[in-house]
């Protein structure tokens, strides 16, 4: 196979030009546009040539200079990517240049044609028939499926569900209940309806709302002046209201039970977090103690051992750090007696607080306590998380002020709640 590369101003004159070099035989194996090397992107474009014929064509002898200087190269170019318009056989250059004549065919029976034209003709072939079969598949789809909002999986239908969701589950998810516990709560509603002949919206957030606090399982932790000294801790993430919610109970126990409330603090980290449980511990006339090391601690629970309730405030700790979570396992030994709660603010989004729960066992979680439920619209996600979890609920805050934005509630009071009736719940 004989090879050559044509430079021509235009696509009429490179025709001519491998005509007249290589035949009528020749095979187009690619063009593309270039500018002259001397003057870079400013100089003049031209239409450059790729083609091919037999090697038992003779090149006849050229009458006359060529227009442009041809350039030989003894293998295929590369296909350049700036090339400004697809390879083209011989024959349909030959008719976009002169229409009205027919191509030269070789005779019946006999192929000139190069086999490193067959290969590109295949891959030409082949490229068609994937478009043309990508575009059956992209018209085949259903246009509507194509433009359906993206829906969080837990509040979406399950796809395998033969029937659509029923008018309870869809109310329950308008609370931000999840689809998963919807279904168990709407299961319920159902057989309970089943037996009521007569029931009106009243009756129905009344079954709705037993049906939640089946669902849930909360612990009176200071409910009564305990036989023995209670040690709590809170742990949790960063900015979630720890010391805030540490101050609202002791002034809780205090103004209910009395006794005697030892502060500890561990919280080294921030600026002015010692000073701002300080301030709470001189306005409620409580001790406090500050510790560093893990014998600090041990020599502080000791100084408190004739206390009611040793209350200790935590460093927020990152979910990400497990460094600073084992850390703080290995301070709060099993043997101390202390009780973990885990606070958590009920503004984060669930798969967050999932997170932050998982890296957190690390310590034994004994309640969970959550945080700025005063500024959720929806608090349909202490059902979802208490419901993967099964972790009682101890506490709730409402609010900055100390002691009054403080809850303790019953499985009935977090019903209520999750169903907007913020009427029936009062202060702890």
Known sequence: MQVKVFEAQDMATGLKMVKEAL????????????????????????????????????????????????????????????????DLTYDELWRQDQPKRQPPYPPSGRSNVPSAGQDVQSELAELRALV???????????????????????????????????????????????????????????????????????????????????????????????????????????????????AKIAAHFLSRHGGRIGLITIDTYRIAAVEQLKVYGEIMRLPLEVVIAPQDLEASLEKFRDFDLVLIDTAGRSPKSELEIRELATLFR??????????????????????????????????????????????????????????????????????EDLLMPAPADIAALILNDHGSMQHG
Request: glycine share 6%; with cysteine.
């Open 334 to 403: 099993p043997e101390l007696g202390i009780e973990n709660h885990l606070l958590l603010a009920a503004t984060t989004r669930e798969r967050e607080l999932e997170e932050t729960i998982r890296r957190f066992s690390a310590l034994p979680i004994s309640s969970f306590i959550f945080s700025k439920i005063d500024e959720c619209d929806q608090l349909g996600v202490l059902l979802n998380i208490h419901y993967k979890n099964d972790t009682p609920i101890s506490f709730l805050t409402n609010g900055q002020r100390v002691p």
């Open 132 to 246: 043309k079969g990508l575009a059956n598949r992209i018209s085949g789809l259903d246009a509507p499926a194509l433009r359906s909002p993206y829906v969080e999986p837990e509040f979406a239908a399950p796809a395998t569900s033969p029937v659509p969701m029923d008018p309870v589950t869809g109310l329950l998810t308008g609370y931000g209940i999840n689809q998963e516990t919807a279904l168990v709560i709407a299961r319920f509603v159902r057989e309970t309806i089943g037996h009521t002949r007569h029931l009106d919206d009243t009756g129905l957030n009344a079954i709705l709302k037993a049906a939640i606090a089946r669902l849930f399982n909360t612990a009176q932790v200071l409910d009564n002046r305990p036989a023995r000294q209670q040690r709590l801790s809170l742990i949790g993430p960063t900015g979630v209201g720890k010391t805030t919610t540490l």
């Open 23 to 86: 035949g009528p035989d020749a095979l187009i194996l690619s063009t593309r546009t270039i500018r002259s090397d001397s003057f870079g992107m400013l100089g003049k474009p031209m239409m450059e040539i790729t083609a091919a014929v037999d090697n038992n064509w003779q090149e006849p002898r050229p009458k006359s200079p060529a227009p442009r200087t041809t350039r030989y190269t003894q293998a295929i170019r590369p296909r350049s990517q700036d090339s400004v318009q697809p």
